[in-house]
C-alpha cells in the first residue's frame, strides 16, 4: 500500500469519527484531536466538527485527484449511448 493510500484510510477513518451523529455540546474526543494534529490539522475540542469535515475532505479530494488520473471521457462514444 501506498503513503497516498494509507492516508487515505487514515482520512476516511477520521472523517467516520467526527461526521458521525454527536450532541450540540458533546467535545471532540482527546484522540481524535491527536490525530489530526498528527496530520497536520490544528484543533481543540471545540473547534467545529463541520470544520474539520470540510478541511479533512479538501485533503481526501486532493489526494484522491493525485492517485486517480483525471478522467477525459471515453475515447468512442458507445452507440447506445448516441
Do not use: D, Y
Request: net charge neutral; aromatic share 4%; hydrophobic share 40%.
Amino acid at each position: 500500500m501506498s503513503e497516498h493510500e494509507r492516508m487515505l484510510v487514515r482520512l476516511g477513518r477520521l472523517l467516520e469519527q467526527i461526521a458521525r451523529p454527536h450532541s450540540c455540546n458533546e467535545v471532540l474526543p482527546v484522540e481524535v484531536q491527536a490525530n489530526l494534529w498528527h496530520l497536520g490539522v490544528p484543533c481543540n475540542e471545540l473547534t467545529p466538527r463541520e470544520e474539520l469535515v470540510s478541511r479533512l475532505w479538501a485533503r481526501k479530494r486532493n489526494l484522491l485527484s493525485a492517485i486517480q488520473p483525471e478522467w477525459s471521457g471515453p475515447g468512442v462514444t458507445p452507440p447506445s449511448a448516441a
